[in-house]
């Protein structure tokens, strides 16, 4: 051990024995004691000590949770580790892979439990495909090196105490001394030697540290045979085998469809069982009221007298009313006993959704690498160099998604290649290189998914756009002069648009393009578009990946509901005399004559640049958690829609996509005052007039 490295442990010692004083002070609060913990884990680390560094890291966990005894358990490992160092050894007596002995399998949140097995199933199947290879290579080893890390990573984010020991103990065993096939040919042995306890720790993480616990274990784990082309096989060791041979099932999609099904019958059940909830209580209102009111009478009639009401009817009245009051406690009762039932139901519908919908969820590379394959495929046919970058392709998507995203998706690359990226001469002489780029970025967020596909090339001239719409009547000339750059690029999506005579739509741009958009609305998504003329030109698809509960705000505008996602909702305030030019909610959605609005409602858009985007309407109503479901292509194509919503009386009401919404407002409100419409702005494909 060098100098530097004694004094770094005769630091650690010290430090240790300073925060044990702190620790052994009783009573001490949960939170002094994970203070000391946290700043012990951080001097462990800077020591090499990792292996204390995680027992902290564990016992820091315990006390986030409020776990009081933890405070025992830090104490006595802050001492025994000082011991320990003090003497010349280990903090911790054991060693990799031998697991600690406060190690154990913690319980994961069953709403990230699915997705977090599906992302480790896809790792290792990685790490398997990488074993298979016949001859080893420095990327190979690099590959596997990559998983495990990210295995570790997720294990950490979400409490995977077992997996993120392990895989970092392993992450050190894989380190190349140098970049060569022997070192590499090493690490894949090691990789493969150790599979199989990976498996093990996603199917039974107790299992798998018993097994690590056992000594026979260890021994015939570090006397694994080597080998150039290591096994794959999924367990090698009989002591780490899982209790059970079918670890794992295969379902057919179809099922899985069926079942995602049936809990969306029971979500609309559910919702029906709320709304007769409400109504319960309501009527127990009623009753407390007409109780009151019976209590009055008979205040105001007084006690019997001989000249007035008879003493049994005062007495049937008295009754009565007493009658009314235990039959309203009773339904409040109910009420409020169905209402923790129905909670019960709505989280368990929901977790259960979640996991069924993670058996579907396939990442987003294979989508990339088709659409990788196309854009060499049309550049080699036009005789042009152009380079493909890919960014966010381990994104995950349900499985039908990914499959019906391949035409939209591979018509927009194609028009990105042949009427985007210039020829090689025409780029050099703009000052560009020779050689295009095709960007295609996936980035998930909430409950969407952005699928953005861009090129460096011409771009669309925007002004010659705005002079056809005229010419062709698809706006009026007020609408196009307020227009901004994203509704009038959205005018692409009609068909038989064009700013030229001829059957060259915007030199090419437009070709399948409302194809491609009802392809992506019947999947309930919207296209973007952006240009930069002369630097190229962008398309951006959303869409919901996932459908479910959603906490909505209910508004009212021109006597018809609408939900907008409270995630979405950032000030509600009444309208004053600065809103004259507020658009009302109804008259971004269709053409109708509007009072002013009562209320504005600022909302989040993707364009903060532009300013505040506010809409007014009439009413504002609670917030509520709902099941929003797709919209069929009919409606999705009428207005910026979200889905649709069944309420528990069985009315239809329908949720309101933001990002759609917006440039619809901001054009109305840049329209100068007092000019008529005419058409409302739309941004679906329809035939011009």
Not at 72 to 77: I, T
Not at 209 to 221: D, G, M, T, V, Y
Not at 247 to 262: F, Q
Request: aromatic content about 2%; proline content about 6%; charged content about 30%.
């Amino acid at each position: 051990m060098s100098p530097a490295d004694l004094e770094l442990r005769a630091l650690l010692v010290s430090e240790l024995r300073r925060h044990l004083e702190v620790l052994e002070m009783r009573p001490l609060p949960v939170e002094t004691g994970r203070r000391a913990v946290h700043a012990l884990k951080g001097a462990a680390g800077l020591a090499q000590e990792r292996e204390l560094a995680s027992a902290l890291q564990r016992v820091e966990r315990r006390l986030r949770d409020g776990d009081e005894t933890a405070l025992e358990s830090s104490a006595l490992l802050v001492r025994t580790a000082a011991e320990r160092l003090a003497r010349g050894e280990s903090a911790i007596g054991v060693e990799w892979p031998e697991p600690p002995d406060d190690l154990r399998a913690t319980p994961l949140d069953p709403s990230l439990r699915a997705h977090y097995d599906t992302e480790l199933r896809d790792h290792l199947a990685g790490i398997d495909k990488v074993l298979s290879e016949p001859a080893p290579t420095v990327d190979d080893a690099r590959a596997i090196h990559r998983h495990i890390h990210t295995i570790k990573g997720g294990a950490s984010s979400i409490g995977d105490e077992a997996m993120a020991w392990f895989c970092h103990g392993l992450e050190e065993q894989l380190v190349m001394a140098e970049p060569s096939e022997r070192e590499a040919a090493k690490v894949l042995r090691e990789a493969a030697r150790w599979r199989a306890v990976l498996s093990l720790l996603v199917e039974d993480p107790e299992a798998a540290l018993s097994s690590l616990r056992s000594p026979a274990s260890r021994r015939r784990a570090s006397a694994h045979p080597a080998s150039t082309r290591p096994s794959v096989r999924p367990f090698d060791d009989d002591s780490i085998r899982p209790p059970h041979d079918e670890a794992t099932i295969r379902v057919a999609t179809g099922s899985v469809d069926r079942l995602t099904d049936r809990f969306a019958s029971v979500d609309l059940v559910r919702e029906r069982l709320a709304s007769r909830i409400e109504v319960a209580r309501e009527q127990s209102r009623e009753l407390r009221r007409l109780r009151a009111d019976l209590a009055d009478a008979l205040r105001l009639i007084g006690p019997p007298r001989p000249w007035g009401a008879p003493a049994a009817a005062l007495r049937r009245i008295e009754w009565t009313a007493s009658s009314l009051g235990s039959l309203g406690d009773e339904l409040d009762q109910a009420a409020q006993d169905l209402r923790g039932s129905d909670q019960v139901l709505r989280d368990s519908v929901s977790v259960a959704r979640l996991e069924l919908s993670a058996m579907r969820l396939t990442p987003l590379r294979r989508l990339f690498g088709r659409l990788s394959a196309a854009v060499e495929t049309e550049s080699r046919r036009l005789g042009r160099t152009v380079i493909v970058r890919t960014e966010g392709t381990g994104e995950t998507v349900d499985r039908r998604i990914s499959e019906l995203l391949v035409e939209p998706c591979l018509q927009l690359v194609r028009n990105a290649v042949a009427h985007g990226i210039e020829e090689p001469a025409v780029r050099v002489a703009a000052g560009k290189s020779e050689a295009g780029t095709v960007s295609m970025i996936a980035k998930k967020a909430g409950g969407r998914i952005t699928i953005t596909i861009e090129d460096d090339g011409a771009g669309v001239d925007i002004g010659r756009v705005r002079e056809r719409a005229v010419e062709l009547g698809a706006v009026t000339q007020a609408l196009a002069d307020a227009a901004d750059d994203g509704t009038l690029l959205a005018l692409l999506f009609l068909p038989g648009f064009s700013t030229r005579e001829s059957s060259d739509l915007l030199a090419g741009r437009g070709v399948g393009m409302d194809i491609s958009l009802v392809a992506v609305q019947r999947l309930g998504g919207v296209i973007r578009l952006s240009s930069r003329r002369g630097q190229g030109f962008t398309a951006r698809i959303e869409l919901p990946v996932d459908t479910g509960l959603v906490s909505v705000l209910w508004v009212a505008a021109a006597g018809e509901q609408y939900a907008i996602p409270a995630s979405r909702t950032r000030v509600v305030r009444r309208a004053g005399d600065d809103d004259r030019r507020l658009p009302h909610l109804a008259a971004c959605l269709e053409n109708r004559p509007t009072d002013r609005a009562v209320y504005s409602i600022e909302l989040e858009d993707d364009e903060p640049e532009k300013g505040p985007l506010c809409v007014g309407v009439d009413e504002v109503g609670r917030t509520e958690d709902v099941l929003i479901r797709p919209l069929s292509p009919l409606v999705a194509g009428a207005g910026p829609f979200a889905g649709a919503i069944v309420r528990g009386d069985g009315t239809l009401r329908l949720a309101l996509d933001v990002y759609a919404l917006a440039p619809r407002a901001r054009t109305l409100r840049r329209m100068p005052e007092g000019t008529p419409s005419e058409r409302p702005v739309s941004l679906r494909p329809s035939r011009p007039p």
